[in-house]
């Protein structure tokens, strides 16, 4: 089990930039894939991006794909979400989650068994 903790979301106008942190706070986030997703108000929660558990490779949905970024650094025990040219679609609470299943399963939040309390995001116009 890894005990996670988002950070830096806030209030930004389109077109701005926000870096969210996931740190983990118990544990260690290395062995672990981890995943950010996303919950706006009234639907469901969804898959953002994801870094494999070795630190190589990542996946995003195609909504922020050329806009977001993962990234690792594991002497902070961290993983970021940089997050370019927002507009207000990106508004939502995010999250960060870790899990040591494979990468087919990258994308299903059921397969996350560990989850940070999320950090609004809003994006004005």
């Known amino acids: 089990q890894v005990q996670l903790v988002e950070s830096g979301g806030g209030w930004v106008q389109t077109g701005g930039s926000l870096r969210l942190s996931c740190a983990a706070s118990e544990g260690t986030l290395r062995g672990y894939m981890v995943g950010w997703f996303r919950q706006a108000s009234g639907k469901e929660r969804e898959f953002v991006g994801v870094l494999k558990r070795d630190g190589g490779a990542t996946d995003y949905a195609n909504s922020v794909k050329g806009r977001f970024t993962i990234s690792r650094e594991n002497s902070r025990n961290t993983v970021y979400l940089q997050m370019n040219n927002l507009t207000p679609e990106d508004t939502a609470v995010y999250f960060c989650?870790?899990?040591?299943?494979?990468?087919?399963?990258?994308?299903?939040?059921?397969?996350?068994?560990?989850w940070g309390q999320g950090t609004q995001v809003t994006v004005s116009s």
């Open positions: 989650a870790a899990t040591r299943v494979v990468w087919s399963g990258r994308g299903d939040p059921s397969m996350y068994p560990n």
